[in-house]
């Protein structure tokens, strides 16, 4: 963990010493900083919510020795370097900001926790697709661990994980000999197919009384974490990248939205806040990690990091730990004892798409 | 010192005094400005929302007028080719015209990256030594090319002029070279662009090989087609005389560009559609519609139409020939590219989804506010740069000359 030397920020006048102590990853033991006035932040932002313009009046925000805590938070974040490149002290700072921001937008102690990748640590997934039963308990477990977005309208709901329907399909005997063309000798093709343990398009929007569904398999599918991610070397900002444990974060203070990055992504892992995301302050999860699940802007891209609050601790991801087959496995992949390990020792596994040589560390097997 | 400044003093009292006609176009144009820079605003208070973007379908009209305006950047340079390797005459003559195109048409597109972001407000992160530059992003390579373009036509356009205005003759030993370092250059800006879009295995509706050249080709029609147009504008509101030989060699040119654009889209066509492979679901989409989803049917056989009759009709020596009638095939020349070029190759690449998904993308109000915004800012800017042009090549505009006034 970070060194206990609260960091001096601007603007800190009121703060009391327990709000510029780093929090640990459990907020029970945070006392969150003084909630400041939510409405001048408002006024404040759409004056200055425009382009340059907001540089500028960042600027004069922070030579004015602004009271306004959250507004002077915005500010400085507007001007921090991208996350990989800060130094400790300013990831302390970076961090503090923002615990203090989020706990009063919130309205409860919110931690940001900054751990890096741990020694002897490369993070791996098994996914096995002949347990799935299409629950979806894990896209529902990870909207909430995560903080997606769960607006109503096109675009405001953000779900990383999508579990797809196959179909299993059938062939019947009267269609055998449905060739064509018709009434010739020689049948270029035929018509007894079915598209068996194909994802039909558009059909993974599935909403059936009961699952499993008696014709169907189920196939969950979210961000592999490349080896060779092709949205990393598409990103011009370098905001997306690989950390040393494995996962591809994004730096969403950093994000551009330029978008680049969804459109290089083979797994369609990748979603666009097109809006300020909508998290109600009850559902909010405080514990977070900077790289990971803190609550996103507009106009910036997010996809699943496994869990890094989670997992940087030992702890499993939601969608893990929430699976109710016991379908989705876990752990470090040099740990010849881990059950990742295991699977990737003992069954038969494969990757999506591998055609692309983006080499995913999320593997699928089936026993 | 003291000449930059009569130059610039000189250029801004000819190009602002004009006839009622020249106010009129203008504050139109104003109207559409004004409304861009309102749903500008909107977009960067309430997010893309207010767009019909998703994140199925992330790239839309706007990238696809950026994708379009690149290519009528680097057409700009079908003057500028046959003037200096060819020494052609007519084209010599208005160059200088294609440069000021070519500023115009890379400021757009700088525009239209504007609205398309999410962040437009962090864009100074791509720049150094305040921000972070990628070398194995395409999107980097494109605005390097972008800005070095349009400061290789800034330089080579306002020298020109710069020379024309004092009378002082050309120093040919570095414009030459940095004229033809511009040529190579504009090429440069439309592979670029291609391969932004081309290097995407994850969308296999753009990931092939024959994308620079059809980019390339479409391009040296539109932008061309586009030229013939303004060039005929140009001869009917001002004094200055544009030769038949120039907008012929043009016309020449767009013939062929577009001959060998419908021709790669054939092939694309063929070759995708004969195997029927998964990979073949945007183009099918576009041709014919998938799962009862047919939003851009009509939109792509329209650019069929366009673009072939448009190849018909320049090769009929009647219509080529007659100005009227060729200022009819280049706009549809034009529109036909615009429309295949931009939503025609964009949005079908997001359709079906990675995964699978069938989404449809409709244009909202506001992209289309916004896109009609940026082109009349275009227009805006295209007129100042070519009436001060045009002032300054009649001479009408001169050092220690009266301050004249434009027609």
Redesign the interface.
Known sequence: MTPAQPPSIDSGQTESPSAATPASANPATYAPAPAAPQTSRRSFL?AG????L??LMGTAALMTQSDDAHAAAEWAE?FQK?YR?MTDQEKLEARVRLERRYSAEYGKPVSVDITGPQPGVLMGYALNIRKCIGCRRCVHACVAENNQSRGT????K?EWI?V?RMERGKFEAEKMDHGYPEGLGIQVGGNAYTPAGQ??????HYNPEAVPEKDATYMP?ACMQCEKP?CV???????TYREGDGPVVIDYN???????C???????A???????PVLPKAEMNPVTHYLGNRPRM????EKCHWCLQRTRHGRYPACVEVCPVGARKFGNLLDPESEVSKVLERKNVFRLKAD?NTFPKFFYFYD | MRKLIRFATDYANYVLKGGKQFYAWMATLAVFIVAMLYVF?LQ??????V?G????I??GLYFANLVFLVGVAAGAVTIVFPAYVYHHEGMHKVSVLGEMLAITAVIMVMMFVFA????????W??IPPW????L?????WD?LVLTGYLILNIICGFYYLWCKYTGNPINKRWFIPLVFVAIAWALSIHTVTAF??A?????PMWHHTVMPIRFIATAFAAGPALIILIFLIIRKTTKFWIDDSAIQLLSTIVTWCLGIAIFLTLSEVVIELYARTEHA?GLYYLMFG??GLTRLVPWFWSAVVLMVGAFILFLTPAVRNNMKLLSIACAMAFTGIWIEKGMGLIVP??I????????EYYPSFVEWLMTLGIWAFGFFVLTILLKGAIGILLGDIKFGGQTAVAK
């Open positions: 759409k919510g425009m382009l340059s907001s540089s507007h991208n490149l309208r096109p675009g405001e953000i999508q797809l994802v039909l398009e558009g059909q993974f599918i092709p070397k598409v990103c011009p900002v370098r905001t950093w994000c551009i939205g330029c978008r680049m969804m459109g290089a992504c083979p797994y369609w990748r979603r666009i806040n097109v809006t300020t507009r106009g910036v891209v692309l | 605003y960067n208070t309430e997010g893309l929302i767009t973007m998703t994140s199925q992330h790239e398309h972001m999410g962040r437009p407000d962090r864009l992160h791509m921000g972070i530059y990628s194995s992003s395409m999107l980097g605005v932004l879009i290097t995407m295995p994850a969308r679901n998938l799962h690449g997001f079906p989804s990675p995964i699978g998904e069938v989404t």
